[in-house]
């Protein structure tokens, strides 16, 4: 698992986050792909940062919640390599039991929930870097994405869904190398 970690490619997870991993003993395919998501996130942050400053963002939880959201599957491997839903409580309820803070936790259990009602701004950013990362476009989540964004800067919908378009499709063009980096790692250990 310490390879999914440091070997070259995406950007390194954050300390607490890679701890955490090790203490787990999880699959280095489950580190493979939380450095994925969090690469991205990253770049998501830089983006945001630099076009809507006025856009309130925890970029230290954003970043901690992408190289954390799928913790739980650590506790359902099986969903590493198949469907399921069960490690987004798990994960959540993970967190927590290890006294990270829930602004942190969150993520665990909101990822794969978007359009839940009280999702913010952070939220929406994990859960998108958690699709586009492999290139994977959700209109719907997108749109809550330009809407956030458009209310935070007062700029035109469109405008802003144009820029997000382009930064997605940037993002999307990297996918085979993420997919690739990450299928270079077992599901087990």
């Given at each position: 698992?310490?390879?999914?970690?440091?070997d070259p490619?995406?950007?390194?997870?954050?300390?607490?986050?890679?701890?955490?991993?090790?203490?787990?003993?999880?699959?280095p395919?489950?580190?493979?792909?939380?450095?994925?998501?969090?690469?991205?996130?990253?770049?998501?942050?830089?983006?945001?940062?630099?076009?809507?400053?006025?856009?309130a963002?925890?970029?230290?939880?954003?970043?901690?919640?992408?190289?954390?959201?799928?913790?739980g599957?650590?506790?359902?491997?099986?969903?590493?390599?198949g469907?399921?839903?069960?490690?987004?409580?798990?994960?959540h309820?993970?967190?927590?039991?290890?006294?990270f803070?829930?602004?942190?936790?969150?993520?665990?259990?909101?990822?794969?929930?978007?359009?839940?009602?009280?999702?913010?701004?952070?939220d929406?950013?994990?859960?998108?870097?958690?699709?586009?990362?492999?290139a994977?476009?959700?209109?719907d989540l997108e749109?809550?994405?330009?809407?956030?964004?458009?209310?935070?800067?007062?700029?035109?919908?469109?405008?802003?869904?144009m820029?997000?378009?382009?930064?997605?499709?940037?993002?999307?063009a990297?996918?085979?190398?993420r997919?690739a980096?990450?299928?270079?790692?077992?599901?087990?250990?």
């Open positions: 698992m310490r390879r999914a970690l440091t490619g995406p950007r390194p997870l954050p300390d607490e986050a890679a701890r955490l991993l090790e203490d787990l003993d999880a699959p395919r489950l580190a493979a792909h939380l450095r994925a998501v969090h690469d991205v996130a990253a770049e998501l942050l830089a983006w945001v940062a630099d076009r809507y400053p006025a856009l963002v925890d970029a230290d939880a954003v970043l901690f919640g992408a190289a954390t959201h799928d913790i599957k650590a506790v359902h491997p099986e969903e590493l390599s469907p399921g839903s069960r490690h987004e409580a798990a994960g309820a993970l967190l927590r039991e290890r006294d803070e829930e602004r942190l936790a969150r993520f665990a259990r909101t990822h794969a929930s978007w359009d839940a009602p009280g999702i913010g701004a952070d929406l950013l994990v859960s998108l870097a958690d699709k586009v990362w492999k994977k476009r959700v209109p749109e809550c994405v330009v809407d956030v964004l458009a209310a935070a800067s007062g700029a035109e919908r469109w405008e802003v869904f820029g997000l378009d382009d930064v997605c499709d940037r993002l999307a990297g996918a085979d190398r997919l980096f990450q299928s270079a790692y077992p599901v087990v250990a």
